[in-house]
């Protein structure tokens, strides 16, 4: 009888160990960060997309993001948003980050390479409803008070991202509640906030109190940055001297295949091609040192406005975009051409 | 059939071909030309989508020569043609376009309907190893109707202000600094005086060495095979530098002994010397808008 009681209770055990593991795998892969933080008592309603608005749905809000149009309730594809952009031109979809604590270019730079996705000046769609604030730091210093109302609400950061990054039209109300579905799927998940068996153990306890609740919450919540910071830096007072740090030609490199060749390769969204050419390094480094539109330096801290008959134009990027490190390794880059070990 | 009933046929099919094209530019060879034009001849570029070129250009007179030199500035003082025009992508394979010529020949005050199609694009892995395009021009001359019987701009019908230009154009990029194209082309004149035939066949040539990023070195060469002008006199041809600002302009600066702009002018009606002297100086200014 202790026999068959052993081998019932081995069994037993076995089938444990896999039934108390399902829920932290389904946890791991799938649940969303937000959904999470609303079961622990966080309000996101005032998120939450109205999906009721005739044509408004999250397919149409990637077809928007995407292609920079949607399909309208009546069937007909909307006009163009923007002629010159598309969100996809300045801002990812997926994780960029490799750590979502920190905003830190040169290990983006690292990860956008791994992951083969480009490496841009804006923050990435991914998790954007996850933020509590858009358009922070020194945005206010290029959109004045127009980030007034974009900084603490969703729908206003997406139609001053419409109107004014994009160079585009006004986002009609069923657009703007189609993205903000749309981004609502590509928001943060639990797995993306690397969290340790006492973490994991805290927010799948099915007994937890209103306190174990809230500490979760707060444990969360400090899991990932909740704004993107955005710093203006100058260029060097002296561009014939640089910033006086020794810049990296592989990192140089990395940056502008990832950053730079995403927009003007065969000028995808720029009036400007460049390649990995000799010709196209030589003509950039001939401006370096200058004052003209074609410096490094000038283009890449002050960025270039739109004109009259040239809309699209270049973002500037911000010191969490591009750090002085890599600015220097960028000009390396522009001096001595590609290393070979990283060529093939 | 007559010839004018082919070429509306001809541009009809190949309208019907450009719609169903859809060129991904990201795999493609970029620009084997800079721009739509290499000096007097068409490139095989068309523009892309959405994308609308205002161009202008112009050709002064005669800078060396019994014509040139000091009494006219070297040329500069008087002007052979003048182009001004827009022209539009309709796809990234498809451009059309609208121009009004001074023009140089006896027909005068032209105004041109073209349509450029791109039929192959060479691309970066080695599938289509050349480019090819096709271009359709009529010309329509809008100059008063004289009174003088035997003249070209008699006019005795309306049909007799057409001219038509067909040409096939296959070009290769070579690496990222030289390009060449080769060409093919019927030009046809519904009037032209009693020593000549109405339609002629020419070959072409044209080629691109880019020096630096924005500059490029160009040249271009047409052979006309006009009956009675078979002498090298009557080959246009020219030679030229080419910028591009990295704004959406691309500016031309050239010399050639052609003194028409467009196909169905210089082609037939180029009899300018280069060993005589009359070449001139020109330039085509190219600006890009999105719309």
């Known amino acids: 009888m202790m026999k068959y009681l052993i081998v019932y209770a081995l069994l037993g055990f076995g089938l444990y160990i896999p039934y108390k593991s399902s829920p932290k795998a389904q946890t791991e892969n799938n649940q969303k960060v937000a959904d999470l933080e609303i079961s622990l008592g966080r309000n996101l309603d005032f998120?939450?997309?109205?999906?009721?608005?005739?044509?408004?749905?999250?397919?149409?809000?990637?077809?928007?993001?995407?292609?920079?149009?949607?399909?309208?309730?009546?069937?007909?594809?909307?006009?163009?948003q923007s002629k010159h952009f598309v969100c996809t031109s300045c801002h990812n979809v997926v994780k960029e980050d490799p750590n979502l604590m920190k905003n830190d270019p040169e290990q983006r730079l690292i990860?956008?390479?791994?992951?083969?996705?480009?490496?841009?000046?804006?923050?990435?769609?991914?998790?954007?409803?996850?933020?509590?604030?858009?358009?922070?730091?020194?945005?206010?210093?290029?959109?004045?008070?127009?980030?007034?109302?974009?900084?603490?609400?969703?729908?206003?950061?997406?139609?001053?991202?419409?109107?004014?990054?994009?160079?585009?039209?006004?986002?009609?109300?069923?657009?703007?509640?189609?993205?903000?579905?749309?981004?609502?799927?590509?928001?943060?998940?639990?797995?993306?906030?690397d969290l340790n068996t006492e973490e994991n153990k805290l927010i799948s306890d099915p007994n937890k109190t209103n306190m174990d609740k809230t500490l979760a919450l707060e444990m969360v919540r400090g899991k990932y940055l909740d704004k993107s910071?955005?710093?203006?830096?100058?260029?060097?007072?002296?561009?014939?001297?640089?910033?006086?740090?020794?810049?990296?030609?592989?990192?140089?490199?990395?940056?502008?295949?990832?950053?730079?060749?995403?927009?003007?390769?065969?000028?995808?969204?720029?009036?400007?091609?460049?390649?990995?050419?000799?010709?196209?390094?030589?003509?950039?480094?001939?401006a370096v040192g200058t004052y003209h539109n074609n410096s490094i330096y000038q283009v890449t801290r002050w960025g270039v406005a739109p004109k009259a008959g040239k809309r699209s134009y270049m973002p500037q990027y911000t010191s969490q975009k591009m750090s002085e490190q890599q600015l220097a390794d960028l000009i390396t880059y522009l001096d001595i051409g590609v290393p070979k070990d990283i060529k093939k | 059939m007559k010839f004018k009933h082919l070429a509306i046929i001809y541009t009809f099919i190949v309208l019907i071909m450009a719609?169903?094209?859809?060129?991904?530019?990201?795999?493609?060879?970029f620009q084997t030309f800079k721009d739509t034009r290499v000096i007097n001849s068409h490139s095989t570029e068309t523009l892309k989508a959405g994308k609308m070129d205002i161009r202008i250009g112009h050709r002064f007179g005669d800078l060396a020569g019994e014509a040139g030199g000091w009494p006219s500035f070297y040329g500069l003082e008087s002007a052979q043609d003048i182009m001004t025009g827009v022209e539009y992508g309709v796809n990234n394979g498809l451009t059309v376009g609208v121009t009004r010529y001074k023009g140089s020949g006896p027909l005068k005050q032209n105004v041109n309907g073209m349509a450029k199609v791109k039929i192959l694009e060479q691309d970066l892995n080695g599938k289509n190893s050349f480019s090819l395009a096709m271009v359709g021009i009529t010309t329509f001359s809008t100059m008063a109707k004289s009174e003088t019987e035997g003249v070209l701009n008699y006019f005795a019908k309306t049909n007799h202000r057409l001219s038509y230009h067909l040409e096939m154009i296959m070009a290769r990029k070579f690496?990222?600094?030289?390009?060449?194209?080769?060409?093919?082309?019927?030009?046809?004149?519904?009037?032209?005086?009693?020593?000549?035939?109405?339609?002629?066949?020419?070959?072409?040539?044209?080629?691109?060495?880019?020096?630096?990023?924005?500059?490029?070195?160009?040249?271009?060469?047409?052979?006309?095979?006009?009956?009675?002008?078979?002498?090298?006199?009557?080959?246009?041809?020219?030679?030229?530098?080419?910028?591009?600002?990295?704004?959406?302009?691309?500016?031309?600066?050239?010399?050639?002994?052609?003194?028409?702009?467009?196909?169905?002018?210089?082609?037939?009606?180029?009899?300018?010397?280069?060993?005589?002297?009359?070449?001139?100086?020109?330039?085509?200014?190219?600006?890009?808008?999105?719309?």
């Open chain 1, 47 to 80: 998120k939450m997309p109205n999906l009721t608005i005739k044509g408004a749905s999250a397919k149409v809000g990637e077809e928007i993001v995407k292609t920079g149009f949607g399909e309208s309730s009546e069937g007909k594809k909307a006009k163009k």
């Open chain 1, 111 to 193: 990860y956008t390479v791994e992951k083969g996705i480009p490496y841009l000046q804006g923050t990435t769609l991914y998790g954007a409803v996850n933020r509590n604030t858009y358009y922070n730091g020194d945005y206010y210093k290029k959109y004045g008070n127009l980030v007034d109302k974009a900084r603490n609400d969703v729908r206003e950061a997406i139609q001053l991202c419409a109107v004014e990054c994009a160079q585009g039209r006004k986002l009609e109300p069923w657009e703007i509640e189609s993205i903000l579905a749309y981004l609502w799927t590509i928001g943060l998940k639990v797995s993306d906030l």
């Open chain 1, 229 to 286: 910071d955005a710093t203006f830096t100058p260029p060097p007072t002296d561009r014939k001297v640089g910033n006086g740090l020794i810049g990296d030609a592989k990192n140089g490199y990395l940056f502008y295949k990832q950053s730079c060749l995403h927009c003007h390769y065969q000028k995808k969204y720029s009036y400007l091609h460049l390649d990995e050419s000799g010709m196209s390094r030589a003509y950039l480094r001939n």
């Open chain 2, 19 to 29: 719609v169903g094209i859809k060129i991904n530019a990201q795999s493609k060879v």
């Open chain 2, 175 to 291: 690496g990222n600094r030289f390009s060449l194209q080769l060409s093919s082309a019927i030009t046809h004149r519904n009037i032209v005086s009693s020593s000549e035939e109405n339609s002629t066949i020419s070959l072409g040539a044209a080629s691109r060495i880019q020096m630096t990023k924005a500059m490029g070195l160009i040249f271009d060469i047409k052979k006309p095979f006009l009956p009675n002008k078979n002498g090298f006199q009557h080959w246009p041809a020219g030679v030229g530098f080419e910028w591009e600002t990295g704004g959406g302009h691309v500016f031309q600066l050239n010399v050639t002994n052609a003194t028409g702009l467009n196909e169905t002018d210089y082609i037939p009606y180029t009899n300018s010397d280069w060993t005589k002297g009359q070449f001139r100086l020109g330039f085509t200014i190219s600006r890009l808008f999105t719309i």
